[in-house]
């Protein structure tokens, strides 16, 4: 069964820094894994995704993440972070070719100081 | 644009009610999900349908049910609300297993 890991509850950065956020799964194959930010009261909307190819994958918002086999993680970056980032982020791991359901992790809620 | 359309954002209901929680989406998925959010507990996937009239079970299936009459259209049904259902209701559906899933903006619940 896949699983994932998001080891940060809450991370708290400044405008402007960078920012990291941590994604480890568990998944016997080549794993799709996607990153998805939730606005307050609201659904979540997709970052980015991946499922082959270039490792480093590039998002909307300015997001990128970088799919790395031997440690099993799948980091969110951002290289300034702006005001409105500040959100709740998911990572989330689904079987390679199947369009079944997708395992999340707990999430990552963000704050971004002025 | 794409969507996936949630009837309520806000439901207020009482113990022992019977409740229906609506998603319908205009992609032509044939999978839909629906899951509850909590707070510290993340997504929890509570039923997914592959296709019209099938369904399974997902982790915490207990005191809900599913029905899905049409392709577009996935009801999640509360057969006797309690108060420990209260919580944010979110549905979503795939097609492409490369396309991860849209969802919708969420029905939050509050049983009393």
């Known amino acids: 069964a896949q699983s994932v890991t998001q080891p940060d509850i809450h991370i708290t950065v400044s405008e402007g820094a960078s920012l990291e956020l941590r994604c480890n799964y568990s998944?016997?194959?080549?794993?799709?894994l996607f990153w998805y930010v939730q606005s307050p009261g609201q659904g979540l909307q997709l970052l980015l995704k991946?499922?082959?190819?270039?490792?480093l994958v590039q998002g909307i918002k300015g997001f990128e993440a970088e799919f790395k086999r031997s440690q099993s993680s799948f980091n969110l970056r951002k290289p300034s972070v702006h005001w409105s980032d500040a959100a709740e982020y998911f990572c989330?791991?689904?079987?390679?070719?199947?369009?079944?359901?997708?395992?999340f992790g707990s999430g990552t809620q963000l704050t971004v100081l002025p | 644009d794409v969507k996936v359309t949630q009837s309520s954002r806000y439901l207020v209901k009482r113990t022992g009610e019977k409740v229906f929680l609506e998603c319908v989406q205009d992609?032509?998925?044939?999978?839909m999900f629906w899951y509850r959010q909590d707070p510290g507990l993340g997504l929890r996937l509570i039923y997914f349908?592959?296709?019209?009239?099938?369904?399974e079970k997902g982790d915490i299936p207990e005191g809900y049910s599913v029905s899905r009459e049409k392709k577009e259209r996935f009801s999640l049904i509360l057969e006797s609300a309690s108060t420990n259902q209260t919580s944010m209701y979110l549905c979503?559906?795939?097609?492409?297993?490369?396309?991860?899933?849209?969802f919708g903006s969420g029905t939050r619940l509050t049983v009393v």
């Open positions: 979503a559906s795939r097609g492409d297993s490369r396309a991860g899933y849209t």
């Open positions: 989330a791991v689904g079987a390679s070719g199947s369009a079944r359901q997708l395992t």
């Open positions: 991946y499922f082959s190819g270039d490792t």
């Open positions: 998944y016997g194959a080549t794993p799709y």
């Open positions: 992609m032509d998925h044939e999978n």
């Open positions: 349908s592959y296709d019209v009239k099938m369904k």
